[in-house]
């Protein structure tokens, strides 16, 4: 089984400033990674995602995301971010053996931006 | 491309009463689909996985007979809150996996539906 876990449930930043948004997992097996990024009462949209090859994963709207095996982690980070980021980001993993395909989500971290 | 809507976006409805929601994939054939609820402020629980032609599965503490899943076909899954009660108010969010991904395992999320029961 796997779990994820986002250690902050908001990060305040102010625009044009550099911001990481943590992700952190959990699983006996190898993994795929993905981060969504969610805008109020919407659905979810995916930002980037990790199956395999290069560690470090460029996105959608700047965003880029490293996967480190070791430290068992996939944090986000954007260089510069801008008003318009602000929403709410959920980390995912899905085992890569698992035939259902599941996604299993972190809690979400809401990034604010602030001008 | 990979599109998924969901019908209706936010309704209403009387405790008691039942209610359907519908998933579609509108440009691509979906072997499986998804069901979340998402509460305020909180991450999406994953309700129930729907496969195309089969019965739904679903997770452990989801009510099989209170939600039931339809997934008659490669592009369309309904669910179906019945005697729906206040507590089942909730943000209900739905995936597809296109059929043609081969080993990819991403997802593409509709909308959602948002479900107030009164």
């Known amino acids: 089984a796997q779990s994820v876990t986002q250690l902050d449930s908001q990060v305040p930043v102010f625009e044009e400033a550099p911001v990481e948004l943590r992700c952190n997992y959990s699983?006996?097996?190898?993994?795929?990674l993905f981060w969504y990024v969610q805008y109020p009462n919407q659905g979810l949209q995916l930002l980037l995602k990790?199956?395999?090859?290069?560690?470090l994963v460029k996105g959608i709207n700047g965003f880029e995301a490293e996967f480190n095996k070791s430290q068992t982690s996939f944090h986000l980070r954007k260089p510069s971010v801008h008003i318009s980021d602000t929403a709410e980001y959920f980390c995912?993993?899905?085992?890569?053996?698992?035939?259902?395909?599941?996604?299993?989500f972190g809690s979400g971290t809401r990034l604010l931006v602030r001008p | 491309g990979a599109v998924v809507s969901q019908h209706p976006s936010w309704v209403i409805c009387k405790s008691g009463t039942s209610v359907k929601i519908e998933c579609r994939s509108l440009?691509?054939?979906?072997?499986?689909m998804f069901w979340y609820r998402q509460f305020p402020k909180q991450s999406l629980m994953l309700m129930a996985t729907?496969?195309?032609?089969?019965?739904?599965?679903?997770e452990q503490g989801v009510e099989k007979d209170k939600f039931l899943i339809n997934h008659a076909s490669l592009t369309l899954s309904t669910l179906t809150v019945t005697s729906a009660h206040p507590e089942d108010s909730s943000f209900y969010i739905c995936?597809?996996?296109?059929?043609?991904?081969?080993?990819?395992?991403?997802?593409?999320f509709g909308p959602g539906t948002r479900l107030t029961v009164t």
């Open positions: 995936s597809a996996r296109d059929r043609s991904g081969g080993s990819s395992y991403e997802q593409y």
């Open positions: 699983s006996s097996v190898s993994v795929y």
């Open positions: 995912a993993v899905s085992g890569r053996m698992d035939s259902s395909y599941k996604l299993i």
């Open positions: 990790y199956l395999s090859g290069s560690t």
């Open positions: 729907s496969n195309e032609g089969s019965k739904a599965t679903y």
């Open positions: 440009d691509f054939q979906a072997t499986t």
